[in-house]
């Protein structure tokens, strides 16, 4: 048997889907053997659980809104296969066994939603996620994202790619914005060790905060002249290409070549920037939630 746990945003933050063929043609791309647990956050009125039901898996609902919670609570009352709870997913413990999602998420969370799912502790092999196409880009990452780091994180341990795009028109009420459905689906083999994700991604967010926007320049930062013409040489990369353009894989090559011959004092330098980031957007997001209180 299959589970599916379906969470939703609150109703007063939430476009609804209304065309149920596009729901059958996002469901089409969905592959349900990946894991016997299925999360889909956003049921919203059920237009995409109504699809999932029929395909004889088990349904959890998880739902914020008393008012939505309700509603679904009455809607699938003679349906065996679906159990609902009301809770916020953001506070909502994952599950400890394999499962994928599918899901309308909430717009206004899109980032917490998606770093909660790949965290390291995750069981997760696949996310069907539909989002503001700006926040797609931003997870496709370079050279279409204009702040890659967090596409460039992802794929560690996940291949992302743009499933098909969602007009407004196929919401009530129809946003200000285009959609996207993306697929967050977990590697087989991770690009990085745990370990070495962890000083990439110190290395990373350094290179970046030099705000150094030649590649050159930024690794000059902490690497020899020699060491910067010979790696950008063999990668074939020029002195004049944006960092926001450079290709996760070539991150990887720059990244590994940085380990093994930059010396000791230059990888000190860079250690726990990643974590003073996440302190920082931490410490922003409390101020922006005091202010909208």
């Known amino acids: 048997m299959c589970y599916i746990v379906n969470i939703d945003m609150l109703s007063h933050s939430q476009n609804f889907l209304n065309n149920k ?14 894991a016997d647990l299925v999360l889909e956050i956003g049921p919203g009125k059920g237009i995409i659980t109504d699809k999932l039901i029929k395909k004889e898996k088990k349904v959890i609902a998880i739902e914020a809104d008393q008012k939505l919670f309700d509603f679904l609570k009455k809607k699938y009352t003679v349906v065996s296969n679906i159990q609902l709870e009301k809770q916020d997913f953001l506070e909502y413990k994952l599950p400890k066994e394999p499962f994928i999602i599918v899901s309308n998420i909430p717009f206004n969370t899109t980032a917490d939603i998606v770093r909660k799912i790949t965290d390291g502790h995750s069981q997760i092999r696949a996310a069907y996620l539909i989002v503001q196409k700006e926040a797609a880009i931003k997870f496709l990452g370079a050279p279409y994202a204009h702040s890659p780091l967090l596409s ?23 946003p200000r914005f285009d959609t996207s459905l993306i697929i967050i689906k977990r590697k087989e083999n991770p690009a990085l060790d745990e370990i070495e994700s962890v000083q990439f991604k110190d290395f990373m967010v350094y290179l970046f905060e030099r705000r150094k926007p030649f ?26 290409t944006e960092i926001k353009k450079i290709m996760f894989d070539d991150w990887i090559s720059i990244f ?37 209180d």
């Open 215 to 240: 590649i050159r320049e930024a690794l000059k930062s902490v690497m020899s002249n020699l060491q910067v013409k010979i790696v950008l040489s063999n990668l074939q990369i020029t002195d004049n």
């Open 256 to 292: 590994k070549i940085f380990s093994a011959h930059a010396p000791e004092k230059s990888k000190k330098i860079m250690l726990g920037s990643y974590q003073k980031l996440l302190v920082e957007q931490s410490h922003i997001k409390k101020i922006h939630r005091t202010r909208e």
């Open 21 to 34: 063929d596009t729901v059958d043609k996002l469901l089409g791309f969905v592959d349900f053997s990946d």
């Open 152 to 174: 460039h994180f992802l794929k560690i341990n996940y291949e992302i790619q743009n499933l098909m795009d969602i007009p407004k028109s196929n919401y009530t009420p129809k």
